[in-house]
């Protein structure tokens, strides 16, 4: 196999979120993705397996197990896959449904991709779950911003999300990864998605991984496409909307990425950013 090295959601190496790809992994098999994605160590690598109707079957592995879906490792297999076979629109089949992307270069030359999510959803946090979210972050429920109310959210992958009612909280990100995985592999959440609105279509977000072996990620695509999908569910957006989600910062790896949410309700997520090769 060869594995290449992006980072997406930045047009700088040091920030974003790295990933790595792998753009034929034509016979390749469950063992030797997760050993390879182990070996790379970023939070996620993708396999690509090319058809002969020209669709892309996807799978995405951490260094601890197989998940669903992942936004930053997609939007970075697009621009890896552009800059080999140029600009357009691709398909792809993941474990969690349909996904298109479709890349361009900006006027400077950078590569951008925008993918369009499965169709997402939402539900209630049980009660007892969040008591022991916040319990485990060190959150208190006066921490918490009313106006955005606690709800797992899905868009490929299931992610609760919890929004701080100041920049302060979120900054402050302490927990044990212990209880936080073992709570998140019985609820089958992919990330948690903690999230401040600094105003009405600009957010910060820190996203706690446990499952995927790290403490944070720097850029999680797929729970800016849930957040998206949660906002125009609860109608706490004005839709058609685009957001910009920063993420990264706090960790030293600032990340940029631009969320599109339809008014159609039930409608896919468009989310977008750069990518550069590391």
Known sequence: MEIL?????????????????????????????????????????????????????????????????????????????????????????????????????????????????VAPRSVPVAEADLAELLAILGWAA?????????????????????????????????YDMGPLAALMDRRGWTTVDLVWRESPTVFHARNPFPPGGVVEDPATGAAAAALGGYLRELGLVATPATLTVHQGADMGRPSTITVTVPAEP????????AAVAL
């Open 5 to 117: 090295r992006y980072v997406a959601f930045s047009t700088d190496p040091a920030g974003g979120n790295p990933a790595g790809i792998v753009l034929d992994a034509t016979g390749v098999d469950d063992a030797a993705m997760l050993a390879a994605a182990a070996e790379v160590g970023y939070s996620e690598t993708a396999f690509v397996v090319p058809s002969q109707d020209g669709t892309l079957d996807v799978r995405y592995f951490s260094p601890l197990a197989e998940v669903p879906f992942c936004g930053h490792a997609t939007i970075a297999t697009a621009v890896a896959h552009a800059e080999r076979h140029g600009t357009g629109r691709l398909e792809l089949r993941t474990k969690a449904g349909p996904v298109t992307v479709t890349t361009d270069r900006t006027a400077d030359g950078t590569l951008v991709a925008t993918l369009v999510s």
């Open 266 to 273: 039930g409608t896919g997520i468009g989310v977008a950013g």
């Open 142 to 174: 006066e921490d918490l911003d009313p106006a955005l109310p606690p709800r797992v959210a899905f868009a490929g992958a299931w992610h609760p999300v919890l929004a701080a009612a100041d920049r302060e909280r979120l900054a402050e990100l302490r």
